[in-house]
């Protein structure tokens, strides 16, 4: 396909997304929110079971959160999204030690893969949570490798809960603000996480003596 292909099929199919658009009747937010509490108990378990086991790929959980703001509203939303956080961490974390723990821990004896292993192992839940503040941390990503690392997962699961959970609450808020009863502040709030996430793994480099750990390190 030549290049003046390629750009007539990209400006057929945006203009096809144009008069999808205009054409097609997008339900508002307050009534997606309507038929979510009409399903009853159905939408918050749907909604529970896809985006734990969705976001174990590298899918955004941004996009889960605002939903579940949008449908839930704050209560219910932040409780479904962040017991949803949790699993899906628990299994990327479990997947990744299970397929590929064997295969890191042959290369543990690498300096630079020697010391990231042992300042995570070492920084333990401060060390988790604090990438969880950052949010350009990819959430998937970031399981998958504490799973092939020498984190336990006790202290991985403990900090994956406690630095997602701003954010989480913040985002859901924002999908609850869509139907018009919430305001938000995501922007400021997203950079005072990152600060402060930067801050943390800051303590965990400077207090965390990666040589002191052995390269076949065990972990539970």
Partial sequence: MT????LLVALVLFAALVVAAL?????APSQLRAWATGAGWVAPVLLLGAYSVLTVAPIPRTSFNVVSGLLLGNVLGIGVALLATVISAAL???LARLLGREWVAGHLA???VRALDAR???GGVLAVASLRLIPFVPFAPMSWACGVLSVRF???LAGTALGSLPGT???VLVG???TGTTHPALLAAFAGFALIGAAGLYRVIRRTKPESIAPDAAVS
């Fill in 110 to 112: 690498r300096g630079r």
């Fill in 120 to 122: 995570l192992a070492d």
């Fill in 154 to 156: 006790g202290p991985y």
């Fill in 176 to 178: 609850d603000a869509l």
């Fill in 3 to 6: 290049g003046r292909t390629k």
């Fill in 169 to 171: 609450v913040l985002v």
């Fill in 23 to 27: 054409v097609v009747d997008v339900p």
């Fill in 92 to 94: 990327g974390f479990g």
